[in-house]
């Protein structure tokens, strides 16, 4: 279980959390909604270590990891605007975190492979990320999240910026990647009708 305890983070006297609570059960999807600017990204920026909250408590798996450094937490964090490595092809984008992780490049090609047919990409190892169209760029970032096999996923609006009909087959393509990898899965969204489908719960924020 993932578990945030009374986190409350300002900048300057702009207060942007106030003493937030709430729980993420294993294997499950939680959505966070709110407008733009309500602290949404800001929150998963704390999950993530990327942001230390001015108070409060993050608790993964029963141990406190609030001060626990980014890279040692386990977390994959799909961003709005993908962050893709633009001089990587995709093959060297994906396996960036697993190289990180010491992994030899055998047991990386294999989990490269799996990532791309979990994903849909099958065939896309050597393109270049300039190459690739707004969902397979996305397709790419969430790939590149799930290869360390996190053991929590950040969702940053996964689904922004695209078409309608894009957008909700790759909803759909989510959904189901989701399940089958039976992560425990934090999603900030402002659209409602992606959270109903994606989530398992839903908060506002």
Not at 55 to 64: A, M
Not at 81 to 88: A, C, I, K, R, W
Not at 170 to 193: F, Q
């Amino acid at each position: 279980m993932l578990r945030i305890q009374n986190i409350s983070k300002s900048f300057g006297d702009n207060l942007v959390l106030n003493d937030l609570s709430f729980d993420v059960d294993s294997g499950s999807t939680l959505a966070i909604l709110g407008p733009s600017g309500c602290g949404k990204s800001t929150l998963l920026k704390i999950i993530s270590g990327l942001i230390e909250p001015d108070l409060g408590t993050i608790i993964d798996s029963g141990q406190d990891v609030t001060s626990t450094p980014t890279h040692l937490r386990g977390i994959g964090f799909v961003f709005q605007d993908n962050q893709l490595f633009p001089h990587l092809d995709v093959t060297k984008n994906i396996e960036f975190g697993l190289k990180m992780a010491g992994w030899d490049k055998k047991r990386r090609q294999s989990r490269v492979a799996k990532m791309l047919e979990t994903v849909g990409l099958t065939g896309f190892e050597k393109r270049t990320i300039t190459d690739l169209s707004g969902g397979e760029a996305k397709r790419v970032a969430l790939a590149r999240s799930l290869a360390p096999a996190p053991k929590v996923l950040l969702l940053d609006e996964p689904l922004t910026g695209l078409d309608e009909d894009l957008h909700d087959q790759l909803m759909l393509d989510l959904k189901v990647i989701l399940k089958e990898s039976n992560t425990t899965t934090v999603l900030v969204t402002h659209d409602k009708v992606e959270a109903q489908a994606l989530a398992s719960a839903m908060l506002n924020l």
